[in-house]
């Protein structure tokens, strides 16, 4: 992206996919994505949105004060296009926390309550603030998480109570995270004060298609208007699935989205405002695929492919009304069989930089649960890129975008991206020059003539309290009682004392290196 503009309208390539007349919501039938810099540098960048219309993007701007990078969030209030830095901070000035290696933020759409849940200490735990005035101020808790061995690659979503009583805040908070022998997951029940403790979703079972060992890494947290909780996963590389709780995280059944083999890139997963479920994932050569479930997951559609001609990594998907859905990713049409193209992956780095370039794509439906939905498809960057040559890969997704991207529906009903450009100035135009060296510049895409939602989504609905009762919350969260209930709720299910002793087994094994 150049950055002498911050704003790219791209007259951007358009690809047909299925018999679409019009882009969807345009009655001229051109697209109109448009890629705004927005003025911080970043990685693994995430997007949240408030029901006031408020635009949230985690950034890393500087180093930190150890091996990580300063631990922040930027603020717009004008979909988008200027933005304000306004995280926490300490006394001293630094961020707060002072470095993270996993920068990661969320908005509760239904109460406005933005977190920054950003890892730190490094592998260990997360710093975890949280504002109910846009920024203005913040309250943190210093162990946002609840321990495991290894704390990596956290995911967190907000969902309606399904029994659990909480303490002045009206949802329950659920946040998972890798920690190699399992997927671990905790939930919060006054807003982020406490955390119960973590039960694993599913064991880390072995090695993945290569043999090789691997962690429990999954895909980003969704929740249904029901409050079922979804966490999706490629199973090490093996095939998409999605795991379901529907009793507020305290057990998970599994769900197989596709037989499909898919490498080890996290797969996604969406519901719409019916409950109705939709997925995208990509198989090994990186080709995108799709699939849906109207029964929670007990069956899925059979997959159908799109995106053709784009090989593609680590999708995001979003769904606002029934069959309205946006899926984004980073993709290139350099690669004529994906990564299986000749001297992409075994090919020298100097001639794969020259061939090939990534940009930031965007594909919607607005008749996603037809048996044959209708989709359109566009580089939102354009002829500019966002990175070139060997940048994406089947088995370590992308530099820059590192583990993950995200995607949401705003206020407004429009979709917004987070993306990071690593190929700014000379390099957007010149295949050799130099690329950006570590993070890159934070990009937030979105689609200005589409809407998803066709007035408020269901995300923005007011979760039951206008106010937070935080005395009340202060006393749920140093109460004694609290935690022995949380630890005894752990163990009500039978199924999840054998799979918490399964996790423990492994938990020894990862510890002693065998």
């Not at 000035?93 to 406005?112: L, M």
């Not at 690659?153 to 309606?160: F, G, L, S």
């Not at 450009?421 to 000379?426: I, P, S």
């Not at 399964?502 to 020894?508: S, T």
Request: contains cysteine; proline residues 7%.
């Amino acid at each position: 992206m150049a950055r002498a503009g911050k704003a790219l309208s791209a007259a951007a390539v358009l690809v047909c996919l299925a018999a679409v007349s019009l882009w969807p919501g345009s009655a001229s039938g051109k697209a109109s994505p448009t890629a705004i810099d927005i003025g911080f540098e970043t990685f693994e960048p995430t997007i949240a949105g408030t029901a006031n219309g408020d635009l949230y993007f985690s950034t890393t701007p500087s180093s930190g004060v150890a091996v990580g990078w300063k631990a922040s969030i930027a603020r717009s209030t004008d979909a988008g296009k200027t933005w304000k830095d306004v995280g926490p901070t300490l006394p001293s000035g630094h961020s707060n926390p002072p470095e993270t290696n996993d920068p990661y933020i969320y908005a509760d759409p239904g109460t406005g309550r933005v977190f920054t849940f950003h890892m730190g200490p490094i592998l260990t735990c997360s710093i975890m603030s949280f504002s109910d005035d846009q920024g203005k101020t913040w309250l943190t808790n210093p162990k946002g998480c609840s321990p495991t061995a290894v704390w990596d690659h956290q995911t967190m979503v907000a969902a309606k109570s399904r029994g659990t009583s909480t303490f002045g805040y009206p949802n329950v908070l659920h946040q998972c995270v890798n920690a190699i022998y399992a997927a671990m997951c905790a939930t919060s029940l006054d807003g982020g004060l406490t955390w119960g403790p973590s039960v694993p979703a599913y064991l880390n079972e072995g090695p993945g298609q290569t043999g090789e060992t691997c962690g429990a890494q999954h895909g980003h947290l969704a929740a249904g208007p029901d409050g079922k909780v979804y966490l999706p996963t490629s199973s090490c590389g093996t095939y998409p699935m999605v795991y379901i709780s529907e009793d507020d995280g305290l057990s998970w059944r599994k769900s197989v989205i596709a037989q499909m083999a898919t490498p080890f890139v996290d797969p996604t997963v969406s519901v719409d405002s019916k409950g109705n479920l939709y997925a995208a994932f990509i198989d090994e050569r990186g080709f995108l695929h799709y699939a849906t479930s109207r029964n929670d997951g007990r069956k899925w559609s059979k997959p159908i492919s799109i995106g053709r001609g784009f090989t593609a990594n680590m999708p995001v998907i979003v769904a606002g009304d029934p069959g309205k859905v946006f899926i984004t990713y980073p993709a290139t049409n350099d690669l004529p069989k994906g990564y299986d193209t000749k001297g992409y992956l075994d090919g020298s780095p100097a001639e794969v930089i020259k061939k090939v370039s990534w940009g930031a794509n965007v594909t919607v439906s607005l008749n996603g649960l037809d048996d044959k939905p209708d989709f359109r498809t566009t580089v939102a960057t354009g002829k500019d890129p966002i990175g070139r040559g060997r940048i994406c890969t089947r088995a370590t997704r992308c530099t820059y975008l590192i583990d993950f991207i995200e995607a949401v529906i705003g206020a407004d009903g429009r979709p917004y991206a987070s993306f990071v450009d690593g190929c700014v100035d000379e390099c957007a135009v010149k295949s050799s020059a130099p690329q950006i060296s570590g993070t890159g510049v934070g990009l937030l895409v979105t689609l200005p003539n589409v809407k998803l939602c066709a007035s408020t989504c269901w995300r923005y609905k007011p979760a039951g309290q206008s106010t937070f009762d935080l005395a009340s919350a202060m006393d749920h969260a140093t109460s004694r009682e609290a935690w022995r209930s949380s630890f005894e709720h752990s163990y009500l299910s039978p199924k999840m004392r054998d799979l918490m002793s399964r996790a423990a087994e492994r938990r020894i094994e990862a510890v002693l290196g065998r």
